[in-house]
């Protein structure tokens, strides 16, 4: 009989690639993430993709029903507002500005508050103390509360409800980093790496990092759903972006007065909010137990 | 014979300050007087809570003593975490090899840190060595993409075997090194470190409970009891004829494991 060689195909998946597959492996989660793509894609190509300026006024086309109803029309697929702009435009626009602002300021909140948690993680006793609960007093207060603060200093406007809530979100990241940076200090490899001659630098970037990426994915997608929810509602008790911006909450806010002759103009915008935040929470949350799963073998 | 690495009056003191309800929990280790010659084997023998791991981490300067000096190759080497010298010469394998493996690299890059931190080799040398001291632990070069959770633990024994290896250094510190390994894989360690050491020149010193193997493998024993050394000599004179109280009691615990009759 002849002689064979076989080969032993084995694939070893990547830390990431098998969380990658557990997370597929969950259909709502990877629904979640489609919605979540989507919206991003909207925020992304919003001049691409939307038909009409959203600031366009259109006085021969107030108060169109959206295409579906019998008084539709197909050039205006959402229909129009009360001063006779596109509301699909708008809405598209919306996602860039809500979504996109959310993203920015979680990630600034995110690399100062890891910045800050990695100092007050590596610093000992009293200091480190002291650094971690830097931040601790704006967690008493309510998102809202600092937003009007910095409104009733600076004036409204949407990037000052970004920096109220940048503020906000800042404290949570700084603990979960601490929390994080302390237990793996005391770990073996850490020491190892030290005893190869590796400074605190060194130490975060190639030994901790590595290991965090998982907490602050997880975090990250947190943060992202309750700044959503800040940014429009800010927008929507018009401390936010003003009117004129396609802002979701503010759009919410001018749908309000028109709301009985005009349902449309608050159930879309609404609905939006509700999908991103309800992608970025499933998203989340697929992702923590496929993290968690990864683990177990 | 030259000697390699001289530890005169060590000393360390290990006090738990920090709960001032509760007294402080006073450790002291020392003072440690040690000779350590090219190429020696030496084994650390003694009771938990004896001070031997703590003796390993003094020597590789991963603690500061409190008073002491450690010389080596004649050179007075300073003490505590960051001295080159020491993480270039003297390396340590420790307890629990899985846990002194990052989860979140992989293999390849755990080894790379050493060199990167130490050596002024470019990125090809470096990989060429990672390469190189895979296969002298009996490692294949795939694992270089290996993470932590898909190696045995046997398989992360030699890697941390490799990752002390690769710096060449000329002494080998070993907490425990075979405590967690069965048998076979235990036999196959000590002769994987039988054998780099007659190649290398490495001196190594280990801290086992395994008399069995303390046997085999040291030169010389080192028996230790709250921080102190009680007892020391050549293995032979160590196992035929112990002097202190701790070390008959250990040599005694082992002999009566051993089967006093051979089998026919």
Known sequence: MAQFSLYQEEFH?????????????????????????????????????????????????????????????????????????????????????????SILLVLLAMIVGVAIGTIAG???????????????????????????????????????????????????????????????????????????????FQLFFYSILPNMIEMLVVQG??????????????????????????????MLADGMEVAYAAPWTVALPGLTIFLIVLAINIVGDGLRSALRKRLTQ | MSELLKVSQLHFKHSNKKNWLKKPEIFELGPIDLDVKRGETIAIIGENRAGKSLLAKLLVGALKADSGQITLNNQYAPQGVQSTQISHDVRMIFQFSGEAMNPGLPVGKILDEP??????????ERRQLVEDVLIKVGLLREHVYFYRHM??????????????????????????????????????????????????????????????????????????????????????????????????????????????????
């Open chain 1, 13 to 101: 998946p990547s830390p990431w690639q098998k969380t990658w597959r557990e997370f597929r492996s969950s259909h709502i989660a990877s629904l979640g993430l489609m919605i979540l793509i989507f919206f991003l894609i909207f925020a992304i190509f919003a001049p691409l993709l939307a038909p009409y300026d959203p600031l366009q006024q259109n006085v021969n086309a107030l108060f169109i029903p959206p295409s579906w109803n019998v008084n539709g029309t197909i050039s205006h697929l959402f229909g129009t507002d009360a001063l006779g702009r596109d509301l699909f435009s708008r809405i598209v626009y919306g996602c860039r500005v809500t979504l996109g602002s």
């Open chain 2, 115 to 124: 060199l990167r931190l130490n050596t002024s080799h470019n990125e090809k």
């Open chain 1, 122 to 200: 590596m610093l000992q006793g009293v200091r480190s103390s002291v650094v971690n609960h830097l931040f601790d007093a704006l967690m008493a207060i309510p998102t809202l509360l600092i937003a009007i603060v910095i409104v009733a200093i600076l004036g409204t406007g949407l990037v000052n409800s970004m920096w109220a809530i940048t503020l906000a979100l800042t404290p949570q990241f700084v603990h979960h980093t601490r929390s994080l940076v302390r237990t793996e200090m005391k770990k073996e490899y850490v020491l190892a790496s030290k005893l190869d001659g590796a400074n605190h």
């Open chain 1, 221 to 250: 997608t947190i943060a992202l759903s309750i700044a959503v929810i800040d940014v429009s509602a800010l927008g929507f008790l018009n401390l936010g972006a003003r009117p004129p911006l396609p802002e979701l909450g503010a």
């Open chain 2, 151 to 264: 190696l045995s633990d046997g398989q992360q024994q030699r890697v941390a075997l490799a990752r002390a290896l690769i710096l060449q250094p000329k002494v080998l510190v070993a907490d425990e090194p075979f405590a967690a390994l069965d048998p076979s894989v235990r036999s196959q360690t000590v002769n994987l470190i039988l054998k780099l050491q007659s190649e290398m020149g490495l001196a190594f010193i280990f801290i086992s409970h395994n008399l069995g193997i303390v046997r085999h493998l040291a030169d010389r024993i080192i028996v230790m009891e709250n921080g102190q050394i009680v007892e020391s000599g050549k293995t032979e004179t160590i196992f035929r004829w112990p002097q202190h109280e701790t070390t008959k009691k250990l040599i005694l615990s082992y002999q009566s494991l051993v089967p006093q009759q051979t089998l026919r």
